[in-house]
């Protein structure tokens, strides 16, 4: 049996900084036992993946510190069910595309991926097993309910094809087949998690936990979504891009509830900070590999001369100038912000420098790899490309054979005009009128 401290001390590591825990008591137990738990992430690799994605990336570096087994699971036959976003083959490119970037962003945070298992949904969904357990399933579930639990997550139209209706039953499915403990997800996933603990057992089954992290709002505040350039900051957008959408993001002085840049620095950038420190101090758990091999700089977002406990320091800049602040969490910040003591110019300026740290290493990395460029332009073809138009074929005449064809008449016709004259009379002569 495992000491009651390491279980606690696991379990902190596993459940910290999510939204919300489905089934903590299913993960103590397994802790308890002294079993190391097993734990999918699941994306569809539909539009290009974006910076709000350092969320879930980043927590996984906490599983792998307690011993979790973590799988990635690259959902590709959900990529094609989800409204039919991309055609089979256009998937396919888009499924490398998104593990050449899941596996540099793991390694630019300094999390192995020797760790990681990378699984493609399409090596076992398409199973004999797997579609019995499909129809199964899709003969005890009413459309209500499959259509109730893809409600956040499956695009909603007027005229919904029966592909979104299978999403969720495909989604709880993968929890039996990956083999896993529990699944860990964006909170616009509860309902999807909410209708696996229902259905799994009906068939059968063990109940899984779910745990969730908070979603990322986008720059313009909302969601932060792939169709909307605009809120969203792709991993491979240049430093110009980067500058441009920070600075027109919705950063309104002293609004702390619509605020997409405070946002993104609690969920992105002081827990990396803070995982940069422990790391440093050596509070690495379970995962003695950390930090091993990582790329770009590893250095939190702190000053080097801020007060010991600091996990992320705001830096004046420009004309005005000042003193910079220093922060030992969120909260902190939050309240300044909230009295105005911290000005969105320099929140924007601190922000901005934080991510073009997180996105260099990603982008030389994709600037390194012909491999890699080649499946970007497959996986996202620009739309915009004048395509060459089609070169007309030549003609090549052949003549027909002698008397064959269309010009046969005429060759005939021609033929019959050189024949010689038919003899005249004597009377018709050259010269016989008025002979004597």
């Known amino acids: 049996m495992a000491s009651t401290l390491d279980v606690e001390t696991k379990y902190n590591l596993i459940t910290r900084r999510l939204q919300e825990v489905l089934g903590g008591d299913l993960i103590k137990a397994i802790l308890t036992e002294g079993r190391s738990p097993k734990a999918y992430w699941g994306t569809a690799p539909t539009g290009r993946p974006h910076i709000g994605y350092f969320v879930p990336l980043t927590k996984i570096a906490d599983f792998l510190r307690a011993g979790v087994e973590v799988k990635i699971l690259l959902a590709d036959v959900h990529a094609f069910l989800d409204n039919l976003k991309a055609p089979l083959e256009l998937v396919a490119h888009r499924t490398k595309y998104y593990e050449f970037v899941l596996r540099t962003v793991f390694t630019s945070l300094g999390i192995p991926t020797s760790k990681l298992i990378f699984v493609q949904g399409s090596d076992y969904q398409l199973t004999r097993e797997y579609n019995l357990d499909n129809y199964r399933l899709c003969a005890s579930v009413t459309e209500h309910d499959a259509k109730k639990a893809g409600a956040e997550v ?70 932060m979504s792939s169709s909307d350039p605009d809120s969203k900051i792709d991993f491979l957008d240049s430093p110009e891009a980067v500058k441009r959408k920070i600075k027109k993001a919705f950063c309104e002085e002293g609004n702390i509830t619509e605020n997409g840049l405070l946002a993104f620095t609690k969920a992105v950038l002081i827990p990396i900070s803070q995982l940069r420190i422990e790391r440093r101090k050596g509070e690495t758990g379970l995962d003695s590999e950390e930090g091993q091999g990582a790329i770009g700089d590893q250095n939190p977002f702190v000053d080097d001369d801020a007060p010991e406990g600091t996990v992320f320091t705001i830096r004046r800049e420009g004309k005005f100038g000042g003193l910079p602040s220093h922060y030992k969490d969120y909260q902190e910040l939050e309240d300044d912000f909230l009295a105005k003591k911290v000005h969105p110019g320099d929140l924007k ?85 008025g002979e004597l």
Do not use: C
Not at 157 to 168: C, Q
Not at 176 to 199: C, H, M, N, P, S
Not at 361 to 384: C, G, H, M, T, V
């Open 154 to 223: 499956v695009k909603q139209v007027e005229s919904p094809l029966i592909s979104g209706l299978l999403y969720p039953g495909l989604q709880a499915l993968d929890e039996q087949y990956l083999g896993v403990d529990f699944q860990f997800g964006g909170v616009d996933q509860r309902k999807i998690f909410t209708f696996a603990e229902l259905y799994l057992p009906r068939l059968g089954y063990a109940k899984r936990a779910h745990l969730m992290n908070p979603m990322v709002p986008g720059l313009m505040g909302g969601k």
């Open 349 to 433: 300026t601190t922000v901005n420098k934080g991510i073009d740290s997180l996105l260099a290493p990603i982008r030389k990395a994709f600037a390194d790899s012909p491999e890699w460029q080649q499946i970007e332009k497959l996986a996202y073809p620009d739309p915009n490309a004048k395509t060459e138009p089609k070169k007309k074929k030549e003609k090549v005449y052949h003549p027909p054979p002698p008397g064959k064809g269309k010009n046969a008449q005429v060759t005939k016709a021609s033929a019959e005009s050189s024949e010689p004259p038919p003899p005249t009379s004597e009377s018709t002569q050259p010269g016989a009128v």
